[in-house]
């Protein structure tokens, strides 16, 4: 079946810090997702692209849907203490099959 | 909305016990579904339902039942819990099976010892 992989897996910064991560998948996709998991919760939406090339905004968050369709991209620019969590890319695809694809995942760690 | 609602939050069950894990959502979602959530693993999609009476399997289904009664429930049943099952499970919902904005859950951690 179809793989994402998502690097890197864990990320140690310091606060102002600017943060990039990013998801490849060995197959086309025409969507692609990014949710962020808090401690003890479960992934909540943060950004979708639906369009190869798309680059999409949600305040200090920035993704982008590559031009070959098979990775992504998020940043998030001066890093604050309630970035921390886990991010997880995912992919859906539109041919007979509309389930989600998830990474494993990119757990990001704030310095004091 | 209360949005997805899952309970219990915590359980711990003994090889061979059942339990059912209960989803339950407020926003006439057509689509539901129930993941796990392993260290390393990311989510891995176990049974899905597109609608009231429909399911299908998901990437790992083995050891676990489903049934879709009403567009609102989806309960999750272990029939024979197993240590391989320990886990966090999330319920999940979105408008449709072609749908994009999945809503999920606050999880459910099960120990099986």
């Known amino acids: 079946g179809q793989q994402l992989n998502q690097s890197p897996q864990s990320m140690f910064i310091q606060e102002g810090e600017d943060v990039s991560m990013n998801c490849t998948s060995s197959?086309?996709?025409?969507?692609w997702l990014w949710y962020k998991q808090d401690p003890g919760e479960g992934p909540v939406l943060l950004i979708a692209l639906y369009k190869a090339g798309e680059l999409t905004s949600n305040g200090r968050l920035t993704a982008q849907f590559g031009i070959t369709r098979k990775d992504s991209f998020l940043n998030i620019s001066a890093s604050i203490p309630s970035d921390v969590g886990i991010y997880f890319c995912a992919g859906q695809s539109n041919f007979g099959n509309e389930k989600l694809t998830f990474g494993t995942g990119t757990r990001l760690t704030i310095i004091p | 909305n209360a949005g997805v609602t899952q309970t219990p939050k915590f359980q711990v069950l003994k090889t061979g016990q059942s339990m059912t894990l209960q989803c339950a959502q407020d926003?006439?979602?057509?689509?539901m579904s129930w993941y796990r959530q392993d260290p390393g693993m990311g989510l891995r999609l176990i049974h899905y339902?597109?609608?009231?009476?429909?399911?299908d399997q998901g990437e790992v289904p083995n050891g676990y039942n489903v049934s879709r009664s009403t567009t609102e429930d989806f309960p999750l049943r272990l029939l024979s819990a197993a240590p391989s099952q320990t886990s966090v499970y999330f319920c999940a919902s979105r408008t449709s099976l072609a749908g994009t904005e999945q809503f999920f859950g606050p999880g459910t951690r099960l120990t099986v010892l």
């Open positions: 926003m006439n979602h057509e689509y």
């Open positions: 339902s597109v609608g009231a009476g429909i399911t």
């Open positions: 197959s086309i996709f025409n969507t």
